[in-house]
């Protein structure tokens, strides 16, 4: 009997590959030649986890150690995105929802200036067509969301009605998302909130990998002057990754996204290190000391706080600042990240050529459908690629989804259309949940609680992207025979609508 248990950990993990190789191999990424073939009637997920024998490796190798809750491998993955990003700090948490829930909350913290700290009654402006989690937290701490429309084009938010929904002493932030990876306008926005004085909270969880670029003049008006690491776009532009030109940014880790930890998320600080023990507090139940899990009084001082009420002495691990939540994930999951995030510059690329080769096979059809187009683009076409207008600014998109919406003068709708792609086992998506104030939750919010939220037009934009658009899958392990088969059932299905409305 083996009793090292370093070589029986050893044998283990060695297992454990040679597992993962024979059971996991149609999770590896669509280049890849040990990658099980994929069949014509299998399903074509719009989305999933894409991984090889190193992550489970790493997840078992966590298990065995069995410390569980956020330790070594936290430590690692939260070094990984900063060192990524170029930011100040990365918190890590367990969804990008509670991210995004412990973002907006940071800012209400009664250690932040009273004037720029939101309260509750104060009003935060975000965009009507989206994911729900990235306004639900808004009204979770008591504040008022302002809704803005979407552009049906790029899928984010129209700028031009930013000064509308602006009200003076109560407007105390902008939290929007970059829908589907791609880049809402970052220097309208940048410019709004610093002519206010507003927090910006950039909603990056579909959008990791990508990147905006402005000229160095308008990066200037705005204080900004580095690019973010490994960015350049030559001596006249500053470039940064998205999640690195607000005030805080949250990211997300389930499945469909850039990368994975099974669960998972993560909250930036960008600059301002102080907002990272406000987030940390936040997340850990709301207590005041900052010491990880299984170490004490890293402060030097534990009993020699003197806060709130308390007794000179009191335990400060046992000190409470803020009215808190527990959103910490594992350390398994974090070394499942620790791994993903090496392969993020790949995954970034092959959601890119995934995206680009879609728009090129189904450029024929541009008669019926209207294609998604970045944030400043105006044109595409299969010789130049982009056209850009005159603003000098470019998103650079590593796309979650590949957009579409069907025209009015196409003979079909897009419900029709996704009802054939899910009878052929194709992942569609709508975008996410439309308009919000038509779901569900938000009309009953406005029957109980009027004056809940606000919306500053119509809605039309994010109207028309409820009713005409759906999105089909740009991720790492779609192959080409994946995507020749989407295009050939789309083409197949319009080719039919078309015969059923000439006869």
Not at 124 to 153: K, L, S
Not at 447 to 468: Q, T, W
Request: a neutral charge; one cysteine or more; aromatic letters at 10%.
């Amino acid at each position: 009997m083996n009793n090292n248990p370093s070589e029986i950990k050893a044998k283990i993990l060695e297992l454990t590959r040679q597992y993962s190789h024979l059971t996991h191999s149609q999770y590896r990424a669509g280049n890849d030649l040990l990658r099980k073939k994929w069949v014509k009637g299998n399903p074509i997920p719009y989305a999933g986890r894409v991984f090889d024998e190193d992550e489970v490796e790493a997840a078992v190798s966590a298990t065995l150690d069995f410390w569980l809750t956020l330790g070594k491998e936290g430590v690692c993955m939260e070094k990984e995105l900063e060192k990524f990003l170029g930011i100040s700090n990365s918190l890590l948490v367990n969804s990008g929802s509670s991210a995004n829930l412990i973002a907006i909350s940071c800012l209400t913290s009664n250690k932040l200036d009273d004037k720029k700290r939101i309260k509750k009654g104060d009003e935060i402006i975000t965009v009507a067509c989206g994911f729900p989690t990235t306004v639900a937290p808004i009204i979770q701490i008591g504040a008022i969301p302002v809704f803005i429309d979407a552009n049906p084009i790029t899928g984010n938010p129209n700028c031009s009605e930013l000064e509308n929904a602006f009200n003076e002493g109560k407007t105390k932030a902008v939290m929007m998302a970059h829908a589907l990876g791609n880049p809402f306008d970052l220097y309208s926005v940048l410019y709004f909130c610093k002519k206010h004085n507003l927090w910006l909270i950039e909603d990056n969880c579909d959008a990791l990998g990508c990147a905006y670029s402005m000229p160095k003049s308008k990066a200037a008006d705005l204080g900004i002057h580095e690019n973010s690491p490994g960015l350049s776009d030559g001596l006249d532009k500053v470039i940064r990754w998205t999640g690195t030109w607000g005030d805080i940014s949250t990211q997300s880790f389930y499945p469909p996204h850039h990368i994975t930890m099974g669960e998972g998320g993560a909250v930036n600080i960008i600059r301002d290190k102080k907002l990272k023990k406000i987030a940390e507090s936040f997340r850990d139940w709301g207590r005041d000391c900052w010491c990880p899990s299984g170490t004490d009084n890293t402060c030097g001082k534990r009993f020699n706080w003197k806060l709130g009420e308390l007794e000179y002495g009191y335990d400060h691990k046992y000190t409470y600042s803020h009215l808190g939540y527990n959103l910490k994930p594992l350390d398994i999951q974090a070394a499942i990240g620790c791994i993903q995030i090496r392969k993020l510059e790949y995954f970034i690329q092959a959601r890119k050529h995934n995206w680009n080769i879609l728009r090129e096979k189904l450029n024929d059809l541009n008669q019926f459908f209207e294609f998604c187009l970045p944030t400043h683009a105006t044109n595409w076409t299969k010789e130049k690629g982009f056209e850009w207008d005159d603003s000098g600014c470019k998103s650079i998109c590593s796309w979650f989804g590949f957009k579409l919406t069907v025209k009015d003068n196409a003979p079909f709708s897009r419900t029709e259309l996704a009802e054939v792609l899910d009878k052929n086992k194709i992942g569609n998506r709508m975008m996410f949940g439309g308009n919000l104030i038509k779901q569900p939750a938000f009309v009953n919010l406005q029957k109980e609680a009027p004056g809940s939220f606000r919306v500053v037009s119509e809605l039309k934009g994010s109207d028309s992207i409820m009713m005409n658009t759906l999105f089909l899958g740009t991720y790492p392990g779609l192959t080409s025979e994946m995507i020749d088969f989407e295009v050939d059932t789309i083409k197949q299905f319009v080719e039919q609508k078309l015969n059923e409305n000439s006869i």
